[in-house]
C-alpha cells in the first residue's frame, strides 16, 4: 500500500477517533469521497480489507490504524 494511502487511513481514523472515541468504527468506504472517482484505488484497499486481513466490514478504527501502520 502507498504511503499516501497509508496516511490517509491514519488521519480518517485519528479523526474519527478524536470525535467518536476508541470504540468508533469505520468501514474501508470511509477513506474516499462519496463518489467513486479512483477505483483502483478502491479496490486496493477492499483488497487489502477483505481479502488479505478478512476483516468484517465494519472494524475498530484503532484496529486498522494499527494494522496500517504494521504495529499488530
Known amino acids: 500500500m ?3 494511502l497509508k496516511q490517509r487511513i491514519i ?3 485519528d479523526k474519527k477517533i478524536a470525535s467518536k472515541g476508541e470504540g468508533v468504527g469505520v468501514s474501508f468506504y470511509a ?3 462519496q463518489k467513486n472517482d ?8 477492499a483488497e487489502w480489507w ?3 486481513h478478512r476483516l ?3 472494524e475498530k478504527a484503532m484496529k486498522i490504524k494499527k494494522l ?4 499488530v
Open 38 to 45: 479512483n477505483p483502483q484505488l478502491l479496490m486496493e484497499v
Open 56 to 58: 468484517d466490514h465494519f
Open 2 to 4: 502507498e504511503e499516501s
Open 31 to 33: 477513506f474516499f469521497a
Open 68 to 71: 496500517v501502520e504494521g504495529t
Open 50 to 52: 477483505i481479502k488479505t
Open 11 to 13: 488521519g480518517v481514523c
